[in-house]
């Protein structure tokens, strides 16, 4: 961030050297040009153009240098009090005092804007930890993408967890934006962080993140505040359970995207036969949580991501072809993969603009 802030600063403070420039020519030719010609309004030109780059100080800093260089002009062509050039004084004082204040709110409202990114990037190393590179005989690699330009997290989450026998994966997609989304998020990882340690089989992993993200409704307290319904948010999700000395991987898809799997050239949609609704839809939908299981050998690569990668489209409408790009990129680890896809993914996706949160996690086995 400082190192950020610094090459800012300098990139400014080099800009400073184009109304400098102005105020010098416009002077010089002032002085020079016949006496019905007057150049003097074309200062009001730098301090402008000083506050759209550069602080209250350096803006306040251009527009005395203007100032006096019209007082110059002033008394080279006639005199400080003659009527035409105490105008253009006073409204060049005028026009700078009124760029600085300007200068001054944009810097105020940048500074809070720092704030904030620096408040985003805290929640999301608190409730969306990065994954660690290695998990027993998994390689791993996560992305997270925002599709907001400003925005560091929102309802798309992951996370990994050991356990006796192997490795524990989540990745979901929370319904909604904002805030809400961010806390049902965290609710959710915060779950998952606490059972995946003491649940002995995945449905009753499962079973334990479904009661967590579903609360206890008050048909009353519905209706008189106004809060969200039951079944208006719910989280998306694919749980895995990947144990150490088999190859192989269970699966419990809660009505997320089926997760990819790249061995060599193929690419193999793992899709279970039995899905779980998403969480928090409780006493909505009947359903058994059901694994299913999937050959996972040494050298394969699964891919886990959500919609937001899925659905990206391109200037004519077309979806992002998910499934083409593994093809072409087989041979790449973890890291390397989710590197070439989110290239390629921004590259593919209209004037470079997610249309939703994307997150990404790369598993391969070793050997």
């Known amino acids: 961030m400082r190192v950020g802030r610094q090459r800012s600063g300098d990139f400014g403070n080099a ?5 400098l420039a102005l105020i010098a020519f416009v002077t010089v030719v002032d002085i020079l040009a016949p006496p019905e010609v007057h150049l003097g309004p074309f200062l009001v030109a730098a301090p402008a153009v000083t506050a759209s780059f550069a602080g209250p100080r350096a803006t306040a800093f251009i527009g005395a240098i ?8 002033s008394v080279v062509r006639t005199s400080l009090t003659d009527l035409n050039h105490t105008f253009q004084i006073t409204a060049l004082i005028l026009i700078s005092v009124i760029v600085t204040f300007f200068a001054y709110l944009r810097e105020v409202h940048e500074r809070e804007l720092v704030q904030l990114r620096t408040v985003a990037e ?3 190393q608190v409730v969306l930890r990065p994954l660690p590179e290695r998990l027993g005989p998994l390689r791993i690699a996560c992305l997270y993408l925002a599709a907001e330009a400003e925005a560091q997290i929102g309802g798309d989450l992951y996370a990994a967890a050991r356990t006796a026998r192997g490795t524990r994966l989540i990745i979901g997609d929370v319904r909604g934006k904002g805030m809400d989304a961010v806390g049902d998020a965290a609710l959710v990882l915060g779950a998952f962080r606490a059972a995946a340690h003491q649940e002995g089989d995945l449905s ?3 079973a334990y993140l479904e009661r967590a993200a579903t609360p206890d409704w008050d048909h009353t307290d519905v209706l008189s505040t106004g809060t969200t319904i039951p079944g208006e948010s719910f989280v998306t999700a694919a749980v895995l359970d990947v144990p150490d000395d088999e190859p192989s991987l269970q699966l419990v898809s809660c009505g997320h995207p089926p997760p990819l799997l790249l061995r060599g050239s193929r690419v193999l949609t793992l899709a279970v036969a039995h899905p779980a609704p998403p969480l928090g839809l409780a006493g909505l939908v009947e359903s058994q949580v059901t694994a299913e299981d999937f050959t996972f050998e040494p050298g394969d690569l699964v ?3 959500t919609d937001g990668v899925l659905e990206a489209r391109d200037e004519a409408g077309r979806f992002y072809p998910l499934v083409d790009r593994l093809a072409d990129w087989a041979g790449a680890g973890p890291q390397d993969l989710l590197d070439r896809l989110r290239s390629d993914l921004f590259a593919h996706a209209a004037g470079g603009f997610l249309g939703d949160d994307a997150a990404m996690v790369a598993i391969q086995r070793l050997p």
């Open 15 to 19: 800009l400073l050297a184009v109304p």
């Open 66 to 73: 203007a100032v006096l260089a019209q007082v110059v002009v």
């Open 122 to 124: 805290t929640a999301q």
């Open 204 to 206: 009753g992993l499962v």
């Open 303 to 305: 891919l886990l991501c």
